[in-house]
């Protein structure tokens, strides 16, 4: 599986953006989905997750009802819908898949895309 992150972009406090992860490959419908954010210094983040079929999703405590995380099968995409955004919000963001299992954990996902930068102007 291989994932391409995209959507990032310059946005002011308040504002929303909507990241999408594009998978390529055949085993995609078998992996939950991640998003993870990092600045430079710090661990990466866990932010949001969604399970192989969609029915659910787990966020962050500091996303929590702000983001919303989902998924299109068909398109092989997953969706990171971001309002209300926050300067403390920036970051670069990545999408992950694991296999068979759900995890917030980073090392528990199998495959990384390259990561698509968000910056929150106050």
């Known amino acids: 599986v291989q994932l391409q992150a995209s959507g990032g972009g310059l946005v002011q406090a308040g504002g929303s953006l909507r990241l999408s992860c594009v998978a390529s490959g055949s085993m995609w419908r078998d992996n939950a989905v991640g998003w993870y954010r990092q600045v430079p210094g710090k661990e990466r983040e866990f932010v949001a997750l969604i399970s192989r079929s969609g029915g659910s999703t787990f966020y962050a405590d500091s996303v929590e009802g702000r983001f919303t995380i989902s998924r299109d099968n068909a398109k092989n995409t997953v969706y990171l819908q971001m309002n209300s955004l926050k300067p403390e919000d920036t970051a670069v963001y990545y999408c992950?898949?694991?296999?068979?299992?759900?995890?917030?954990?980073?090392?528990?996902?199998?495959?990384w895309g390259q990561g698509t930068l968000v910056t929150v102007s106050s």
């Open positions: 992950a898949a694991a296999i068979n299992i759900i995890s917030r954990l980073p090392n528990d996902y199998d495959y």
